[in-house]
């Protein structure tokens, strides 16, 4: 089967930095997405990555490693507007996005 | 542009009604997916279009749904019959084929509620 694994939720300080994980098993690999999802809204796309390394970009950056199925968001300089659920989901080899369950991420001052 | 637009944005139904739901997608996209989505959990994939054609449906959806994307823009979402089981947001995204068609971009849902 297919599985997207990732913490329910995680708690951090305003201006520290966090790390968000994400395992997966699925039939074939096209990528790995990150999107932001605020309470009652829409997702909204934060990353992707289809090789193994580090993609940065501003306060975010993520992480692939495709022979672990892992990845991470490390969100730096925290903000409170961050508070927010992350989603991990990666696309099959059909080209469909199978996602997490998303983690909460609860921003304390 | 302003984006993906969904309508309604939210839906009361009592069980066993239909409903349907529209979503315009971004004019240049030609990929169009509709997801549903439970509090707690992630999108969970419904179907998708690529032009008019729906290339793609989920073998969980139940024969009570049905979408479709005449001209390949605009795209409705039918669920005939509801359940409370049914309740749930229900999202739209679109996408551009090609160097970039991995970003989707969701419109803001349309939340039902069936009783």
């Known amino acids: 089967g297919q599985n997207i694994d990732q913490p329910t939720e995680m708690t951090a300080t305003e201006g520290a930095i966090v790390q968000i994980n994400c395992t997966y098993q699925?039939?074939?690999?096209?990528?790995l997405f990150w999107y932001q999802q605020h309470a009652g809204e829409a997702p909204t796309f934060l990353s992707y990555n289809v090789l193994d390394g580090l993609e940065e970009k501003g306060r975010f950056s993520s992480f692939l490693s495709r022979s672990k199925g892992y990845s991470y968001l490390l969100l730096k300089e925290l903000q409170m507007k961050d508070s927010a659920s992350y989603l991990c989901a990666v696309s099959d080899s059909n080209y469909q996005l199978i996602w997490g369950a998303g983690t909460k991420l609860i921003i304390k001052p | 542009d302003t984006g993906v637009s969904q309508d309604p944005r939210h839906k009361i139904t009592k069980r066993g009604q239909n409903v349907t739901f529209r979503c315009d997608p971004i004019?240049?996209?030609?990929?169009l997916y509709w997801y549903r989505q439970t509090l707690g959990q992630g999108p969970e994939f419904l179907t998708y279009f690529q032009n008019e054609a729906q290339l793609e449906k989920s073998r969980l959806l139940s024969d009570r749904f049905s979408a479709e994307r005449p001209k390949g823009s605009f795209s409705t979402l039918e669920i005939q019959r509801t359940e409370q089981g049914d309740s749930a947001m229900y999202l739209c995204?679109?996408?551009?084929?090609?160097?970039?068609?991995?970003?989707?971009?969701f419109g803001p849902g349309t939340r039902l509620t069936v009783t």
């Open positions: 995204a679109s996408s551009l084929a090609g160097d970039r068609d991995y970003e989707q971009y």
């Open positions: 699925t039939s074939g690999f096209n990528g």
């Open positions: 004019s240049e996209h030609n990929r």
